[in-house]
């Protein structure tokens, strides 16, 4: 697993008081608005799904199959701490290669921002 102990790097910008967690659901409703499918049963999977803000978002929004995957110790224990269902792995390539099918849509939203232009 990652040596890096992301969750103390992330905690610089997120908390996990409700008034953040209530701002940061806001903010995924604005980013990804009427993007989603209607068909809450859907299996969804948050790739790098940090402190668990969306994957709590989509919760509330009715979505019942979501879990996540995280490299980071802290941020797994965070999201299993709401009571998400979060799988820590080291390899998320090697993780959706066991897993092929078995999700109708995947989100990376903490990702994305790690990629350079």
Known sequence: ????????????????????IRIMKLVYADMLGNLLPQDK??????????????????RDWGY???????????????????QLRVTQT???????SRLPSAYDLILALDVIEHIPH
């Open 1 to 20: 697993m990652s040596d890096i102990d992301y969750t103390r790097y992330y905690k610089k910008w997120h908390t996990d008081t409700p008034e953040h």
């Open 41 to 58: 049963s859907i299996r969804i999977l948050d790739v790098g799904c940090g402190m668990g803000y969306a994957m709590l978002a989509l």
């Open 64 to 82: 019942e199959n979501v879990e996540g995957i995280d490299v980071d110790f802290g941020q797994v224990q965070a999201c299993l701490n709401k």
């Open 90 to 96: 080291d390899d998320s390539i090697a993780y959706l």
